[in-house]
């Protein structure tokens, strides 16, 4: 059973930054694919990056490249660097992970991962 912590959430104005964590509790084997979604009030959960073990990645195509994903598999740690946030992006941010390499079409599917972090608040102000 792998137990996802995530962190480094807040509130920010627009415009500004902020460094998502993610910490697994389990050796993330060489297969194992991470992800990072976002749900807001009233809406879906929706995906906003991925990443496989192997450097595969993939970003919601509504990011504009403002957001980077990586990763530190000897420490098991998942990131996420938002950069000029703006208040659309206000949401509850989660970690998710599968011990799999997810297909890359499926990356940004909820249903690809097993595992699932509480979550960590993200608030942009305008």
């Known amino acids: 059973q792998v137990q996802l912590v995530e962190s480094g959430g807040g509130s920010v104005q627009a415009g500004g930054s902020l460094r998502l964590s993610c910490a697994a509790s389990a050796y993330y084997n060489s297969r194992g694919s991470m992800a990072w979604f976002r749900q807001a009030p009233g809406k879906e959960r929706e995906g906003v990056a991925a990443?496989?073990?192997?450097?595969?990645?993939r970003y919601a195509d509504s990011l504009e490249g403002r957001f980077t994903i990586s990763q530190d598999t000897e420490k098991n740690l998942l990131y996420l660097q938002m950069n000029s946030l703006k208040p659309t992006d206000t949401a509850m941010y989660y970690c998710?992970?599968?011990?799999?390499?997810?297909?890359?079409?499926?990356?940004?599917?909820?249903?690809?991962?097993?595992?699932w972090g509480q979550g960590t608040q993200v608030t942009v102000s305008s």
């Open positions: 990443i496989r073990t192997d450097g595969i990645t």
């Open positions: 998710a992970a599968d011990a799999t390499k997810v297909r890359w079409l499926e990356l940004l599917r909820r249903s690809s991962y097993n595992y």
